[in-house]
C-alpha cells in the first residue's frame, strides 16, 4: 500500500465516519445541538462548525486558494443542522477526489497557508493531510462525548477498516453510494 493510499482510505473513513455522528446528531432539536456542554467548543454545534470550518480552511490551501484562518464558529454561512449537514458531505466529497487524484510525487509539495496578519506558512502536503485527518478525529471525538450527554446514542465511529466489519457498515456505505469489494 502507498501512502496516497492511505489518505484515500482515510478520507472515506472521515466522511463515514461524519456521516454516522452527523445522523445521530441530526436526531437532537436546535436547542440541544446548541446547549452549553463541556468540551474545547461549548456545545455540539460549534464543535461540528469548528471542524467544518477548519476543513474548509485546509482544502482550500491544498487547492491553492488562500482564505483567512480567522473564523468565527459562533457565526456560521449555515443556519440549520441540516445546511451544516449538506455542506460537511460537501466537503467530504471534495476530500475523497482530492486524495483520489493525488499523485505520490506530489506528496512532499508545498502548501502555502495564510495565517492571517499577511504571514504565509508553508507545510508538506503529506503532513497537512494527516494534520487534517487528526484533527477531524479529535474534534468528532469531542462531539461524540457530548452526545453521550443527550437522549441520542453515540454511533460506534471505529467500524471503518477492519475485513470483519463490514456488515457493521454497510448500511451506511449504501447510503453514501459506495460499496465494498467482496473479500
Known sequence: MQLV??????????????????DACGRLTPAELRAPRSGFFPSIWLTLSHVL????????ALHGVLTSPEMDEAVTPWTTF?????TQRASDERLIRFCDTLEPG??????????????LRCERLDR????????????????????????????QLDEFLL?????????????LGWSEPAT
Open 5 to 22: 493510499d492511505h489518505f484515500r482510505t482515510m478520507a472515506r473513513n472521515n466522511a463515514w465516519s461524519n456521516h454516522r455522528l452527523l
Open 53 to 60: 470550518l477548519v476543513d474548509g480552511y485546509y482544502l482550500n
Open 82 to 86: 441540516e445546511e451544516l449537514r449538506e
Open 106 to 119: 506530489r506528496l512532499d509539495d508545498e502548501i502555502v497557508f495564510d495565517r492571517g496578519g499577511g504571514a
Open 128 to 155: 497537512v493531510l494527516a494534520h487534517l485527518a487528526m484533527h477531524q478525529i479529535h474534534h468528532r471525538g469531542q462531539a461524540h462525548a457530548m452526545l453521550s450527554d443527550t437522549g441520542v446514542a453515540p454511533p
Open 163 to 175: 475485513a470483519n466489519d463490514a456488515p457493521l457498515r454497510a448500511a451506511d456505505l449504501a447510503a
